[in-house]
Structure formats: C-alpha cells, structure tokens
C-alpha cells in the first residue's frame, strides 16, 4: 500500500532524485533557482540561492550527510565542478569542456564522474583520475564502487562503453547512440 505526501511551498519546484536509508527519506528538489533538500517531510534551502550559472545535476546520500553536484558554467570557456556536503562547498576542478553528472560515496571517500578537457575521468576525493586517453568521442554518464573497484558507464563512438579502474570492459555491441544513465554492479 502506498501513499501520497504533497510536498508545501514549492514555487514550481522539480523534484530530481530520491533515495531511503535507515535515516529516512530523503529527495533532492530544484525550486525557484534554489536546491533543496525534501527530509522525512521537512523542506530546507541546501546551499541557499543556485548562482545564475549554476546547474544541479545529482545528489547522494551517505548514512545522514547529504551531497550535492553542481556544475558551475560561467561561459563555454569557463567551468568548475563542485559539490556541496552538507552544504560546505568542495572544488574538484575547472578550466575548459569541464563536465559532471554523477556523484557517489564509499567508505567516506568521494567519487565523482565526469570529463575535464574532453577525456571521460573521475575525481576520489578531489584527486583526478584519466579512464581513457584514447582521442575518440567518449564520454562517461555514471559511475558506481563496488568491493574497492570503480566502474564507469558511458560511450565510445555512440556505443556503449564500460570501464573498471579505467581498463576497458569487453560488452556485446549495442545499438548505435545508446546512452547509459547510471551502472549497477551486484554479485
């Protein structure tokens, strides 16, 4: 049996993500130029006002702290990545065709995905890390931790790409201009 709960005092908002833990739950909202976090039913501003610039792009939750990916586009030749943990901004990277769209945590280590000077790479803890140094269209979409190993969802030439630790996974071929979302690793 489910239930419905209307989320108050939204100016429009969108609700982008969602996720549940034994701290409760927990959904990520964009409203009126402001994130937000949704917490078992309590709305609160995560960062205050998103910069005209700015745009919201994941979050994820780890035991009770709460992170936030915002990439921060000044121009097409200006951009940061940065997160927000607990609403204390953390600067992985800027410069030119810098890009991120996923973020996830393992055993309190940070892990974001995305691409830096037109490569697929992924920040731990701020630290960069190359997946591939091929000069191909690449580009990662999401990215998981499973037992110590980091796997990369993404496309190679608009054909689905997979990588752990940044060696190439061998996949059948798919269908031309597939786009992954997200990767999922279980045993």
């Known amino acids: 049996m489910g239930f419905l709960h209307e989320i108050d005092n939204l100016n429009g908002g969108n609700a982008y993500d969602m996720t549940v833990n034994s701290y409760g739950i927990f959904m990520a909202i964009v409203d009126g130029g402001q994130v937000k976090l949704w917490k078992n039913g309590v709305v609160t501003d995560v960062y205050g006002s998103v910069g005209v610039f700015d745009r919201f792009e994941d979050f994820y939750v780890d035991n009770n702290d709460v992170y936030f ?44 995905e ?12 701020g630290k960069l890390k ?20 980091v796997y990369c969802a993404g496309i190679r030439d608009g054909y689905f790409k997979l990588w752990k630790n940044g060696n190439t996974m061998n996949v059948p071929k798919t269908g031309v201009y597939c786009t992954p979302n997200d990767i999922v690793v279980v045993e």
Do not use: A, C
């Not at 830096?116 to 790479?121: C, I, L, S």
């Not at 190359?130 to 190993?149: A, H, L, Q």
């Open 69 to 112: 990916l915002v990439n921060e586009e000044k121009s097409v030749l200006s951009s940061k990545v940065k997160y927000w943990k607990n609403g204390v901004t953390h600067y992985l990277s800027s410069g030119q065709n810098v890009y991120s769209d996923s973020i996830f945590v393992f055993n309190g280590d940070v892990y974001v």
């Open 114 to 125: 995305g691409l830096r000077d037109g490569k697929p790479v992924y920040w731990v803890n």
């Open 130 to 149: 190359t997946i591939s140094t091929e000069k191909r269209n690449e580009y990662v979409y999401g990215m998981t931790v499973f037992k110590g190993d």
